[in-house]
């Protein structure tokens, strides 16, 4: 019986140890240089129906689900997907736009897990018609999923769909 009783203690002292050093959130973003004018690169970003034509996880599933509701390209249009495992099932809402400047939304994730993260765009003229854009999610690591992301790199989980998924925007609009 005592020894039971210390194998209890012991598991939860291990898991408030690791409770306290687990991440509390993290930031995910990847950076690309456009050869095309801010108001162009800015204007083509804020439609959630035109992040479809490069987002990597669409091509993970060209057959998910998707549903617009209220006005692309404004605050408070949401767009729905329902997909395969890899793409899961969410919606991602517009809730801030400065204009020229930065887009900001909220992804909520539905399945495999609950989960909501924030997500941008930040857009910087960089000279000579070329424009820098930033495209990142961040979040906060609640208990117990923080202990997961002890095991777990979110920038190796998703910085590579990132960058492809920069690398299509600046293909479409360039070409």
Known sequence: MNTLIYVIVGIVLLLLILSLIAPKGYNVFRKIEINKP???VFEHLKYLQKQQEWSPWARKDPNMEKKLTGTDGEVGAISYWNGNKEVGEGEQEITKIIDG?????ELRFLKPWKSTSD?????KEIGGGKTEV?????GKNKFPI????????MDKAVG???????R????????
């Open 146 to 153: 923080s202990i997961m992301m002890l095991f777990m790199n």
């Open 134 to 138: 930033t495209w990142g999610f961040s």
């Open 101 to 105: 400047k930065r887009i900001e939304g």
């Open 119 to 123: 997500c941008y765009f930040d857009v």
């Open 38 to 40: 801010i108001s162009e």
């Open 168 to 175: 299509t925007l600046k293909e479409q609009l360039e070409s």
């Open 160 to 166: 590579k769909d990132f960058e492809e998924g920069l």
